[in-house]
């Protein structure tokens, strides 16, 4: 949640320049590349897009494919795809300031099968199909390795032949293919915008991808995921293996939520990048960070507080809407001494705590005493004139309806839940009619196994900007979704069929999200 667009922002790649400036190119759906840049990994300004198609060379027409960036005898090396008529190829664009680019390779692209030196390679096995978004590494001895997406021929029910496929060069000119440095074809069929890191002495390796037909892939305490996988390796070269839990971030029911994620290490921090697509932004970096197992996960950065527009506001009351008559509920919320509390053993409760909020970060401590589930309802707002019924009845008037984008922490089930959800009188927020019955709307959710324990405290903060959630559960990212909603509306705390204590609530305004015309 960098930044929105009115539609234009695809895979993008993120970097660090030699003076400790933050770029970001992202691919356009014109064939052309965004470029953003931040001091300070929040803030964003918007440079001249860049166009990288060159008339009478081999990339003059065509989709720009994603690419990578790494900077080798003085000149930084754009490697830019695109489809041509021998397939996918790719070739450099060369820069002394990642402003101004001229293309190198001109006449063919130097990394495509017609090109690439298999005489010499180190494996008997031919790449079928793929070779696609690069990521690149530089050795001690100067020598370029490129990593692609790529597949090898052979396809059956107990592999794939999804690859990392390994190419090497001396010249960046001449690439001779190695051997596959993973061999993740048991559990994707494709292995797409492939990234690796460094990390206390292991390396790391990223992909995207999902589970088509029935391939579907269950991790992350999620059903059927998709999003950014992870390998370990004790070197860059592999092999690599999974984890027990190798999704690092993405989300269940195969939704493309913060797609096409990349790591990059930035003042020596990895981090993951990515792009929501409905609607079109620029996510948020990803702080990555090693499990004691480990693994990987994606922890909450301090440094989102960089966009306050206004002092943390501490909130000690919540009002119970048992005034306003289509809204009230049968719950009952007390505050003493800046403890909320709200209790309803048979129905779902929610109380105010902010008005007309925008962007803003909410965050409290909750401690369930019994019950179903607590968490916050978000953006709460009134439609008028919407019915939850699916049939209307002549001469009936058709009453306003409250709703909200709802995150839940479900103590009888174990998960946390996002979901938006519209709010029943006497029964608090659920599904309506209209949700389950007939078809009804379409549903725009998520949820994720975790433990919960009554008497336990659970630390909740959400980031809320524009129409898009990060969730983080004690300091762990769990959503990062969009959800498509109206970007203001109140924020009420809820329990369902239980008591719930929340302390030290707290709202932080943000600057708003920029949404830039391109």
Wanted: glycine share 10%.
């Amino acid at each position: 949640m960098i930044y929105s667009s009115n539609g234009n922002i695809w895979d993008n790649l993120v970097m660090e320049d030699d003076n400790g400036q933050f770029h970001n190119f992202y691919l356009m759906l014109n064939g052309c590349l965004g470029h953003i840049v931040s001091r300070d990994r929040v803030h964003w300004e918007t440079k001249p897009v860049l166009d990288f198609h060159a008339p009478g060379t081999w990339c003059e027409n065509g989709e720009n494919l994603t690419g990578s960036i790494f900077k080798w005898n003085g000149l930084w090396h754009y490697s830019i795809g695109t489809m041509g008529k021998a397939g996918i190829g790719y070739g450099f664009w060369v820069s002394e300031d990642l402003y101004h680019w001229e293309l190198r390779d001109r006449e063919y692209p130097v990394i495509d099968r017609a090109h690439v030196d298999v005489s010499r390679a180190a494996d008997g096995e031919m790449i079928e199909s793929g070779w696609m978004d690069p990521c690149f590494r530089i050795d001690e001895n100067g020598t370029v390795h490129g990593y692609f997406s790529a597949n090898l021929p052979v396809c059956t029910h107990r592999d794939t032949g999804c690859v990392i496929a390994h190419l090497t060069s001396t010249d960046t000119v001449h690439w001779v293919r190695q051997k596959p440095i993973a061999y993740p074809g048991k559990k994707v069929n494709r292995a797409s915008c492939p990234s690796m890191f460094p990390l206390d002495g292991r390396w790391y390796l990223t992909f995207i991808g999902h589970g088509s037909g029935g391939m579907r892939w269950h991790a992350g305490g999620r059903t059927d995921t998709a999003g950014t996988y992870y390998m370990v390796s004790d070197s860059p070269d592999g092999p690599y293996e999974f984890t027990e839990n190798p999704l690092l971030l993405g989300a269940g029911c195969d939704s493309q939520e913060s797609w096409a994620g990349r790591a990059a290490v930035l003042r020596g921090v990895p981090y993951i990048y990515s792009h929501f697509t409905k609607p079109m932004a620029v996510n948020s970096l990803k702080r990555i960070q090693k499990t004691g197992d480990g693994g990987l996960k994606c922890v909450y950065d301090p440094a989102i507080e960089k966009l306050a527009s206004g002092k943390p506001q501490k909130i000690g009351f919540a009002e119970h809407m048992d005034k306003t008559p289509n809204w009230s509920d049968l719950g009952e919320w007390s505050s003493e001494d800046g403890v909320i509390t709200g209790e309803a053993e048979t129905v779902g409760s929610a109380a105010v705590i902010a008005r007309d909020k925008r962007d803003f970060i909410l965050s409290f401590k909750a401690v369930p005493e019994y019950g179903a589930g607590f968490g916050a309802a978000l953006r709460a707002k009134e439609y008028p004139g919407r019915s939850s019924m699916v049939f209307e009845i002549p001469g009936m008037k058709i009453p306003d309806q409250r709703r909200a984008v709802v995150v839940k922490l479900d103590c009888e089930l174990q998960c946390a839940e996002i979901e938006t959800l519209e709010r029943s009188m006497r029964e608090g927020y659920g599904r309506s009619q209209r949700s389950i019955v007939a078809g009804g709307d379409e549903r725009v959710c998520d949820s994720c196994r975790m433990e919960l324990r009554y008497g336990k405290a659970v630390d909740v903060k959400i980031i809320a900007r524009g129409c898009f959630y990060d969730v983080y559960i004690n300091n762990d990212l769990v959503f990062s979704k969009s959800m498509r909603d109206d970007p203001v509306g109140d924020a009420e705390l809820l329990v369902e069929r239980g008591k719930v204590r929340f302390h030290d609530v707290c709202i932080t305004d943000l600057e708003p999200l920029t949404i830039e015309e391109m």
